[in-house]
């Protein structure tokens, strides 16, 4: 048997889309998974079994990234084809069965796709390897609580500020004792936000990932406790791995993409997703200000006060 999945791009949304691959591949154990992915989201299937093929493409003018996409899968008849990107050459290729994600207007984007598939696609998942999950029990001291903080994300308009992040960091060091960060990102985003986010605190109070695999981070990210940072595809690895995730949202649209476990929080901006779509957004600019650090404080002390003692 072979399953094709066509992937996005975006690391958020391939792993928003991962409940729905956990499905099928439940479902077909000894199947041969061949993948459509992005460049960015392609290192997601680092640990994923059975795969026959991975086809990354980069988007090219005049869409002719999908040309080169058929002249690799149109020979294959396909037990089943399933796309994420809603793309014409599902309709094309040689297939048993087909299943086309079908997007709705603003309803959250795991409602969307229990929709499409007619069935739960909330069971997010990432495999990790032993050597991942060994090397995270090893680094993380179990006699403390582990608070992810991302400080970056795709967009600089949905960007909080790095001072912000390190504000709410000594907050927390402040009142409660036991308590280590671990900062998540790319390399890019560590020279861009690292030394703001670590003034004034402690150096073995701070363990940083940026520049980690993506697959590593998840393994990290298992074994710690809360997630706070702005919206983005590594918020949605956080409630892959069950993490309470705190959110932070400004001008994108949280009704689509808010975190989906049960007691996570999201916390807009004090100006309305309508208002942001009233501007002409400056692409190099942040709109997350009116959000205060006490308010994302208050959030975590809710969770640590009733789950770290």
């Known amino acids: 048997m072979k399953i094709l999945f066509i992937c996005s791009n975006l690391i958020g949304d391939m792993i928003l889309s991962s409940g729905v691959i956990r499905h099928f591949i439940d479902q077909n154990k000894e199947a041969k998974l061949t993948f459509v992915i992005g460049p960015t989201a392609a ?20 869409n002719l990234h999908w040309l080169d996409i058929f002249q690799k899968t149109y020979r294959t008849k396909w037990n089943i084809v399933v796309d994420f990107r809603s793309s014409a050459i599902s309709h094309i290729l040689k297939n048993n069965k087909k299943y086309i994600f079908k997007k709705h ?7 969307q796709l229990n929709s499409s598939f007619g069935f739960n696609c909330a069971n997010l998942f990432i495999p990790i390897s032993d050597e991942e999950k060994n090397k995270a029990d090893h680094d993380l ?11 970056g994300g795709n967009w600089a308009p949905k960007v909080w500020s ?54 590593l981070t998840s393994a990290y990210m298992k074994k710690s406790n809360i997630f706070i940072g ?16 705190i959110s ?10 808010a975190p989906c476990g049960i007691d996570d929080v999201v916390i807009r901006t004090s100006e309305s997703l309508n208002y942001f779509k009233s501007l002409k957004i400056d692409e190099n600019k942040s709109y997350m200000n009116s959000i205060k650090p006490e308010t994302v404080v208050k959030e975590c002390e809710k969770f640590i006060d009733d789950n770290f003692n």
Not at 197 to 208: K, R, S, T
Not at 248 to 257: E, H, M, R, S, V
């Open 43 to 62: 290192p997601l299937l680092k640990n994923y079994k059975n795969i026959e093929n991975i086809i990354v493409f980069k988007k090219r003018k005049f």
């Open 162 to 215: 790095a001072d912000n992040f390190n504000e709410i960091m000594r907050l927390i060091l402040d009142k409660y004792n036991k308590i280590k960060f671990i900062l998540v990102g790319s390399l890019k985003e560590k020279n861009k936000f690292y030394n703001k986010l670590i003034a004034g605190i402690q150096e073995d109070l701070i363990i940083d990932l940026f520049g980690y695999d993506l697959t």
């Open 248 to 257: 932070l949202f400004g001008p994108t649209n949280d009704k689509i993409y």
């Open 141 to 151: 001291d179990k006699s403390f609580k582990h608070i992810v903080i991302f400080p």
């Open 105 to 111: 207007q603003n309803i959250h984007h795991i409602e």
């Open 230 to 245: 702005n919206d983005s595809g590594l918020m949605h690895l956080a409630v892959a791995n069950k993490l309470r995730v």
